[in-house]
């Protein structure tokens, strides 16, 4: 399983951008996506997530800003941001909770927790 990142770039303050996060692979389902956000000295934190029904949950920061969404098979998330501020800033990571294929022939039925590789957003005049 792999999740590819990409879309990130360099914004003037008050612009826009989307980034977008592919999964593939053996996936049997995947329950649910989530952006997350790194910036220099500072911890991941979670910016937006949504679950496999479409339910969606934002960071304070990113409330009325940015929107989370999922193309119609489920296997790609979306982040748009609006209204860039310096302070978004950070290397974004997807996330993903999957189950595998071979993990529910098995019975395993517990999702697994992928990353993706990060891509670099720089909001600077």
């Known amino acids: 399983v792999q999740l590819q990142a990409s879309g990130g770039g360099l914004v003037q303050p008050g612009g826009s951008l989307r980034v977008s996060c592919a999964a593939s692979?053996?996936?049997?389902?995947?329950?649910?996506m989530g952006w997350y956000r790194q910036a220099p000295g500072k911890q991941r934190e979670v910016v937006a997530t949504?679950?496999?029904?479409?339910?969606?949950d934002y960071a304070d920061s990113a409330k009325g800003r940015f929107t989370i969404s999922r193309d119609h098979v489920g296997r790609t998330v979306y982040l748009q941001m609006n209204n860039l501020k310096p302070g978004d800033t950070a290397v974004y990571y997807c996330?993903?909770?999957?189950?595998?294929?071979?993990?529910?022939?098995?019975?395993?039925?517990?999702?697994?927790?992928?990353w993706g590789q990060g891509t670099q957003v720089t909001v600077s005049s």
């Open positions: 996330n993903a909770y999957i189950l595998e294929i071979s993990d529910y022939h098995q019975g395993r039925l517990s999702p697994t927790s992928y």
């Open positions: 692979g053996s996936i049997f389902t995947i329950k649910s």
């Open positions: 949504i679950t496999s029904d479409g339910i969606t």
